[in-house]
């Protein structure tokens, strides 16, 4: 993908990124664990989506292993260490950069630069929340 067609999703990553890393505020009666934990299996979903349209029986079984240890993860993070969370988004943007080197998911196009810029981004948000124990308590 040219690099100018890299700085939309790129950009639009950051920004959603942001609001991934501020979700909590979005739901004051969940703790903020339990949020980021359905956060990241929200996000680690979407790849199966795209591997149902993708259609090939492999690239759909392990794109449904991937999501369920995303899944499993999550649910530990929940009353485990916000590193978890910390943890488990930086592994999924990973994931992401995998996904668009290699194109293992056929037509997902700007998707993973998008969404490797937002689990990064929330990533060190969130780190760095946990670092200063600022913001939001993990």
């Given at each position: 993908?040219?690099?100018?067609?890299?700085?939309?999703?790129?950009?639009?990553?950051?920004?959603?990124?942001?609001?991934?890393?501020?979700?909590?505020?979005?739901?004051p009666w969940l703790t903020p664990a339990?949020?980021?934990?359905?956060?990241?299996?929200?996000?680690?979903a979407v790849y199966v989506g795209f591997?149902?349209?993708?259609?090939?029986?492999?690239?759909?079984?392990?794109?449904?292993?991937?999501?369920?240890?995303?899944?499993?993860?999550?649910?530990?993070?929940?009353?485990?260490?916000?590193?978890?969370?910390?943890?488990?988004?930086?592994?999924?943007?990973?994931?992401?950069?995998?996904?668009?080197?290699?194109?293992?998911?056929?037509?997902?196009?700007?998707?993973?630069?998008?969404?490797?810029?937002?689990?990064?981004?929330?990533?060190?948000?969130?780190?760095?929340?946990?670092?200063?124990?600022?913001?939001?308590?993990?």
């Amino acid at each position: 993908m040219p690099a100018g067609l890299i700085r939309a999703p790129a950009a639009w990553g950051v920004v959603f990124g942001g609001l991934q890393a501020a979700s909590p505020l979005g739901f004051p009666w969940l703790t903020p664990a339990t949020v980021y934990a359905l956060g990241l299996t929200l996000i680690a979903a979407v790849y199966v989506g795209f591997s149902v349209a993708d259609g090939r029986p492999t690239v759909i079984a392990v794109e449904i292993g991937v999501a369920s240890a995303f899944v499993v993860v999550a649910a530990v993070a929940v009353t485990g260490p916000a590193w978890l969370i910390v943890g488990g988004l930086a592994g999924h943007g990973l994931k992401d950069l995998w996904q668009h080197r290699t194109g293992f998911v056929a037509n997902t196009r700007w998707w993973p630069v998008f969404c490797a810029v937002v689990d990064l981004v929330a990533a060190i948000a969130i780190a760095l929340m946990t670092l200063t124990h600022r913001g939001l308590p993990l």
